[in-house]
Every structure is written in C-alpha cells, then in structure tokens.
C-alpha cells in the first residue's frame, strides 16, 4: 500500500482528533450529561473551544475531495512519488490548519488553507497526466 492511502486513513480521524481536544483539552470540558447532547454543547462553546469544533467541522468538508483525489491519481497510474509528497503535504498542511483555527490566527489559517486545496488540485492533475 502506498504512503498516500495512510494518510487517507489519517486525514479521515484528524477531525476527530480536533473535536477530541476541543471536548476534553480546552475550556469546559465534556462530561458525561453533556454527552447526551455534544453537538449543542459544541456550538454553545466559545473561543478556543469552538474554533476546534469548526476546524473538526472544516476536516469533514476537506476530506472527501482528498480521499478521491489519491484515489483517481492512484487509479490513473500518476506518479506514485508524486501522490506521496502531496498526500503527506496535505495532511501536514491540515494539522496546521487546525492549529491556526484553534490559535486564532485568521490569515496564516487562509493561507494554509489555500496551499492545502492546491495539493487536491494537483493530486488530480497528477492522475491526469498519469
């Protein structure tokens, strides 16, 4: 199996491993009556908490375009050392994402953003070069 399908795997929990510091790591944390209800818990906390919940939220909109663009570059027969450097740039990428989310730092959270769709962009021009 390829470096890329790993971090597939990884991209696909990163959600929940925001959503984990937010419930459990920063601010009010999780009990278990507030477990019966976590999503409106989530979205009545404030601050560093919550921006960990949207950075979970943000992980969910992210994955399924990366997933299926190291899929197709993959089934396209695109260069594999190729798949591999974008794959782990995007999961990099996506960890500091998550971090700027939660560190409130708007701009460089944009900006990562942006070099982190780039990689989706490019895994599938890799697939279509083959």
């Known amino acids: 199996m390829i470096l890329a399908y790993w971090c597939v795997l990884i ?16 601010g009010k944390k999780m009990d278990l009556e507030t477990n019966r ?10 601050g560093a908490q919550q921006r960990a919940y949207w950075a979970q939220l943000n992980g969910f909109e992210a994955f399924p375009p990366f997933a299926a663009a190291v899929i197709i570059a993959s089934i396209a027969g695109g260069s594999i050392a190729a798949i591999n450097l974008l794959a782990v ?11 700027c989310y939660i560190a ?14 780039a990689c989706v962009v490019l895994l ?6 083959g």
């Open 104 to 117: 409130d730092k708007a701009s460089a959270r944009s900006l990562v953003w942006a070099a982190a769709t």
């Open 37 to 46: 209800y976590p999503r409106r818990w989530l979205e009545q906390t404030e």
């Open 89 to 99: 740039l995007f999961v990099l990428l996506r960890i500091a994402y998550g971090w």
């Open 11 to 26: 991209a696909a929990f990163m959600p929940v491993a925001f959503v984990a510091y937010a419930k459990f790591f920063c």
């Open 124 to 129: 599938f021009i890799v697939g279509a070069i």
